[in-house]
């Protein structure tokens, strides 16, 4: 093994170490928030006591907004550790990290240059909006990876010397984007179509665009199908809410999909959730572009990053999470360049974005005083008593501007790139304790549920709503809460309903439910403070009351 492969090495091992640390470590400690934590926790939750694995549903009602990959996985972790927020986050976190190793692997065997197979996953690792949304129990990390994972099979199978193994890595990417499909449907076929066939074309391949897709297709097709069939024979209409609802009304129509933004959304989420290194893509192309895209690897990061994201960008319901499929390529583009870029012995390009990189930390740093301070009375963050958060905050952006500044004065590049990339990793490691109380609390209601668990007897009704059902399943361990006036993602399970009990409530059958139980068992209303207001006044008052700055805890 030569010096450097001994010291690349060594590096990856430290990278990961140390990742893990201040990554995986964290995960149990911050409580679930609401809706997304809590509804893919409380699905794989019911599929365990139930037994059902084939039909998903949340609080009992079926619930076809996606398929039951990512539920199989929570399910699984929950088996091994346990009902808790560390078993709902871990397959989150490794989704990240099994990423970072593809990379890895790609880039160590397609590039030529001997930085790069390490700097690609550094600089993946160390995207804060990798960071961050890998911390969180969402499914958009495990359809990253299983999209990663069907590009990098490709790749390999477009290099392969031999039949044999581009059939097998064909294979492969059929078998991971089957998974995908049954993590979130049909985008697991739209992102590597729209990748691959403007990279065949560039390489002048035309004809295996008509050769190749058969055997990733079989494969895909086998993996998807037997759950496939069981879910269309056992419920009849979900593929049609799913195909129709769940995909061409939200990638067509404003109105009936969820989550409308402009066009220009992503552009601002990529170029924030790339910090540091979205600011030295300058550099990292500067070095003869023309050049670089001769390389087959640099041609597919590019097809990979910029044709998915206008898709993403087309799609009129837009979330942040939906973008992380973009950021592997972008890592390999700028892995592959900067490593061609330092090689060659530049540094201008770099030392101009690390020092606008400075100045945009230091501000950073500044508004988290201003705003600590209370200088700015119109935005209130932080509540008395909270100083240290924001001294926190404004210390951990300063060490950033430091070390941002002093990465341009060293001259070995492996050197400058970790000391360029450290701040970010301890900056994140202390993102969540310089959070404000007041945003914790609009996303928590855990403390309040568990603290009124007592009052739960097991004939107490429970009646919630879109914004807190999930929760109220998740930390009360049931699943018959009736749903008062706002039904939400819970409108499809209304409408076909298992049973004759009644589980929608308006503010009229609530009052009557409320009257009916009066001294034989507890009627509990769970709400967000604003709902709770608006509907308090049409109910007899509570016999007992909690309530927060955003939730409230009525017992009738």
Not at 383 to 404: I, V
Not at 405 to 416: A, F, L, N, V
Not at 478 to 496: F, Q, S, W
Request: proline letters at 7%; a positive charge; one cysteine or more.
């Amino acid at each position: 093994m030569s010096p450097k492969s001994v010291i690349i090495r060594k590096i990856c091992i430290l990278l990961f170490i140390s990742y893990g640390l201040v990554f995986v470590a964290p995960l149990g400690f911050r409580p679930l928030t609401i809706p997304d934590e809590t509804r893919y926790g409380e699905i794989p939750r019911e599929m365990l006591v139930s037994g059902d694995w084939v039909s998903p549903r949340l609080n009992s009602l079926k619930y076809f907004e996606k398929p039951v990959f990512g539920y199989w996985m929570n399910a699984v972790s929950m088996m091994a550790f346990g009902e808790n927020a560390f078993a709902l986050r871990i397959p989150s976190a490794l989704s990240v990290l099994i990423s970072a190793f593809m990379i890895f692997l790609l880039v160590r065997r397609f590039s030529p240059r001997a930085a790069a197979p390490v700097l690609a996953p550094a600089v993946f690792l160390t995207c804060p909006l990798v960071f961050v949304l890998g911390q969180i129990n969402l499914l958009d990390n495990l359809l990253s990876m299983l999209l990663t994972g069907a590009m990098v099979c490709f790749f390999f199978a477009h290099m392969a010397d031999s039949m044999g193994r581009k059939t097998l890595f064909l294979a492969l990417a059929g078998v991971f984007c089957g998974l995908a499909f049954l993590t979130k449907g049909f985008l697991a076929f739209a992102v590597p179509v729209l990748a691959v066939t403007p990279f065949l074309i560039w390489e002048g391949r035309y004809k295996d665009l008509f050769k190749i897709p058969w055997i990733p297709i079989t494969t895909a097709c086998l993996t998807a199908l037997p759950w496939a069939l069981m879910i269309h024979f056992r419920e009849g209409g979900f593929w049609n809410y799913f195909f129709w609802t769940e995909h061409i009304a939200r990638f067509l129509d404003p109105v009936r999909g969820q989550h409308p933004k402009p066009f220009w959304y992503f552009i601002p989420v990529l170029v924030g959730g790339a910090l540091p290194w979205v600011v030295q893509i300058p550099a990292a192309l500067s070095t003869d572009f023309k050049d670089q895209t001769k390389n087959s690897l640099m041609r597919f990061a590019i097809c990979w990053l910029c044709f998915p994201f206008l898709f993403f960008s087309f799609s009129s319901g837009k979330l942040i999470p939906y973008i992380l499929p973009c950021v592997p390529p972008l890592a390999v583009i700028a892995g592959m360049g900067l490593s061609t870029y330092f090689e060659t012995g530049k540094k201008r390009y770099f030392s101009i974005a690390a020092l606008s990189l400075a100045v945009l930390t230091a501000l950073m740093g500044l508004a988290l005083i201003f705003f600590g301070l209370g200088l700015f009375d119109a935005v209130q963050i932080y509540n008395s008593g909270e100083s240290y958060k924001w001294a926190l905050g404004s210390s951990g952006a300063f060490l950033w501007t430091f070390m941002a500044i002093w990465s341009t004065r060293i001259k070995d590049y492996r050197k400058k790139l970790v000391v360029y990339a450290t701040p970010v990793l301890i900056f994140l490691a202390i993102a969540n304790g310089f959070l404000p109380n007041s945003v914790i609390a609009r996303r928590t209601p855990g403390k309040l549920l568990t603290r009124n668990v007592s009052r739960v007897a097991p004939n107490a009704i429970l009646i919630s709503n879109d914004n807190l059902i999930r929760a109220v399943c998740w930390y009360y361990k049931r699943a018959d809460v009736k749903i008062l006036e706002r039904p939400g993602e819970l409108t499809y399970g209304l409408d076909h309903v298992d049973g004759d009990e009644p589980r929608f409530l308006t503010v009229a059958s609530l009052k009557k439910l409320a009257s009916e139980n009066k001294g034989k068992r507890p009627v509990i209303l769970i709400l967000t403070k604003d709902h709770y207001d608006n509907y308090a006044k049409h109910l007899p008052p509570p016999v007992f009351t909690d309530i927060t700055d955003n939730f409230v805890f009525a017992v009738y």
